[in-house]
T-cell receptor
Framework: LAKTTQPISMDSYEGQEVNITCSHNNIATNDYITWYQQFPSQGPRFIIQGYKTKVTNEVASLFIPADRKSSTLSLPRVSLSDTAVYYCLVGSARQLTFGSGTQLTVLP | GAVVSQHPSRVICKSGTSVKIECRSLDFQATTMFWYRQFPKQSLMLMATSNEGSKATYEQGVEKDKFLINHASLTLSTLTVTSAHPEDSSFYIC?????????????FGPGTRLTVL
């Protein structure tokens, strides 16, 4: 299973763009990259998923370089409600391994 | 989007009793369901994977006789914590996958907070 490495914590201010980078050096050919958000005492919530290049949805963008050994989650104009733990996972829906995640704190 | 529910959301029990947690996929058929455990300030740890109609596959270090998993239908999986002890107090989260293509996501339930006194 591919291991992921993320910053333990990040601080940002309201209205700023936040980029969280995840390293996954031994990602397998068949692995997808998925990001989840988790609030305290809640289950993780799917944010975005990609295989290569760039993916964008209504809440975030995911940038994946050609070698796929890293990925960057971009959250545009964060608000206080975006304070949460963000997990980067690689694998398939049949097998996900959660790393330590990144605690994002958005300050007023 | 796909919705997964868990019941109960919170349970408190005495040491030595058994507790059953239900996980339901409300608007899709879940060929595979997963059970995770999360201790305070820690990440999710996969406990077991279950496919409908088959025995669950447990992760290393998880006692299958203590954490009984039943996946009797495509919309329901149950986790029973037998003879619960205070060290079993944790946040239990289930997820479900429709299966098929490798990029299918897991849909997570809201979690169940178990407190063993």
């Amino acid at each position: 299973l591919a291991k992921t490495t993320q910053p333990i914590s990040m601080d940002s201010y309201e209205g700023q763009e936040v980029n969280i980078t995840c390293s996954h050096n031994n990602i397998a050919t068949n692995d997808y990259i998925t990001w989840y958000q988790q609030f305290p005492s809640q289950g993780p919530r799917f944010i975005i998923q990609g295989y290569k290049t760039k993916v964008t949805n209504e809440v975030a963008s995911l940038f994946i370089p050609a070698d796929r050994k890293s990925s960057t989650l971009s959250l545009p104009r964060v608000s206080l409600s975006d304070t949460a733990v963000y997990y980067c996972l690689v694998g398939s829906a049949r097998q996900l391994t959660f790393g330590s995640g990144t605690q994002l704190t958005v300050l007023p | 989007g796909a919705v997964v529910s868990q019941h109960p959301s919170r349970v408190i029990c005495k040491s030595g009793t058994s507790v059953k947690i239900e996980c339901r996929s409300l608007d899709f058929q879940a060929t595979t369901m997963f059970w995770y455990r999360q201790f305070p300030k820690q990440s999710l740890m996969l406990m077991a994977t279950s496919n409908e109609g088959s025995k669950a596959t447990y992760e290393q270090g998880v006692e299958k006789d203590k954490f009984l998993i039943n996946h009797a239908s495509l919309t329901l999986s149950t986790l029973t914590v037998t003879s619960a002890h205070p060290e079993d107090s944790s946040f239990y989260i289930c997820s479900a996958s429709e299966g098929g293509g490798r990029q299918n996501e897991q849909f997570f339930g809201p979690g169940t907070r178990l407190t063993v006194l």
